[in-house]
DNA sequence: CCTCATTTATCGTCGTACCAAACTAATCGC
DNA sequence: GCGATTAGTTTGGTACGACGATAAATGAGG
């Protein structure tokens, strides 16, 4: 990439990072400690330490050490953000985006339909009533809607996904989190939840998906109206 | 992030990528005319460009001038690589990935299934074809593997889709590509690419998903028992 | 006009210095 | 004795200047 030697030092720190000799959590030691340690100048420490940060590696406020951060499958999800949202400026990119959501969920439906322990029925079902309370207040129906979904995410139990979540979250939250929303609208979203829930429960995956890809669909051409109305397809 | 001066051009100079006035291949201005058109130190300057790098806005080899890389798809995943390539040093982690992989091919196969159009059939059959006269070449069958597999995430004209089908076929690299192959191995792969193919031809989506599933538990199997054999599942 | 040597521009790295913010410890007042 | 205040130290953020090495530009020579 940039440098050599600042390259070779960026590699062996983020080794250290993931072999846990620099503890996760843990501010890093101090650049001055650094250069001595390496034997490099200062410039070339920063240097390392900047390529980290962006890396995802390190997170660093402004005046403090650099804190380590152990890479999981969410700072994956935040170091591909950092490019993703820049796609995201018009309805091609955001509905690219939405279509990898959708295709994701199809399947985590199809597969509580056919295979969600009583557990996670019951953890679905507390999400669903909870969305139902919530109806009257739009702010916190998005946030249960959210967690709705993301009640999909966990039942494979593989981390990945409940990461990928969080990612289709934020990267959509431009346009979803901002959607004009009225009790009507929450009360048709939770309806579509609910028969979501329903399907899952007669264990019919192909009911779940459709009633899945039509609340999703619908979603979709409701954000598409509101922001991206006098863009053409 | 970590210094502000820094961070403001850094932003800038993002947006200039984004916005088009740095023209993607074209080299980005030498450090001197950028610490006079910022107004600031080329230790700054030299920091921002590092960031700009690690974040894959720009493609810089050691001497050269940097290169203006816009983003895309592509891009995004070559950035969570660099944080998922740590995750895949276990059978958990690599078998974390490859759920999400088989996760996106079933819902490509179901809507293949489905929707595929004449021509997508046809680049699918071809890729089959290609597949099968490679039995005998490993490496090349290797190749026609992934290139069949490619086919499916091309169909939906979601520019992302490959784009992701690249980042699996490079993340798992590591175990598929070094896998110990046969010709009787092959051949196996070949039938299961064929049981796809004709599921798919049936218009049969649950056929196509389970017999897609069968082959890639199989190649899972394959690879757990040849690199982690030792590992307690 | 093309080739090769020389010059120049530019990157990679280093060292030093200064400021301001954060941290630490000693001091002061209760 | 103990919490709050303050002075000193550490550390990150930025700047300037310098030097070697190499890529790109330039000019000499055929």
Request: proline share 11%; glycine share 12%.
């Given at each position: 990439m940039s440098g050599r030697s600042a390259d070779s030092i960026t590699l062996d720190i983020e080794r250290s990072i993931v072999a846990g000799?620099?503890?996760?959590g843990r501010p890093l030691p101090a650049e001055r400690a650094l250069m001595e340690q390496y034997g490099a100048s200062r410039t070339v420490i920063r240097e390392a330490i900047t390529a980290l940060t962006a890396k995802g590696f390190l997170k660093s406020r402004p005046r403090y050490r650099p804190i380590v951060c152990r890479p999981d499958a969410s700072s994956a999800m935040q170091a591909a953000g950092g490019v993703i949202k820049h796609l995201l400026d018009n309805s091609r990119g955001v509905h690219d985006l939405y279509q990898v959501r959708v295709l994701f969920e199809r399947v985590l439906v199809r597969d509580a339909a056919t295979g969600a322990g009583k557990d996670d029925l019951k953890r679905l079902k507390d999400a669903l009533d909870d969305n139902q309370a919530a109806i009257g207040d739009s702010e916190r129906f998005y946030a249960t809607d959210v967690a709705f979904h993301r009640v999909l995410y966990t039942?494979?139990?593989?981390?990945a996904y409940p990461a990928i979540h969080t990612g289709f979250v934020e990267w959509l939250a431009p346009q979803w989190s901002r959607m004009p929303r009225s009790e009507q609208r929450n009360h048709d979203n939770f309806l579509a939840h609910q028969a979501i829930y329903e399907a899952i429960l007669m264990r019919d995956p192909d009911a779940a998906e459709r009633a899945l890809v039509d609340h999703l669909e619908a979603s979709w051409e409701f954000v598409r109206s509101t922001f991206f109305a006098g863009e053409n397809e």
């Open positions: 000799e620099l503890e996760e039942i494979s139990g593989n981390p």
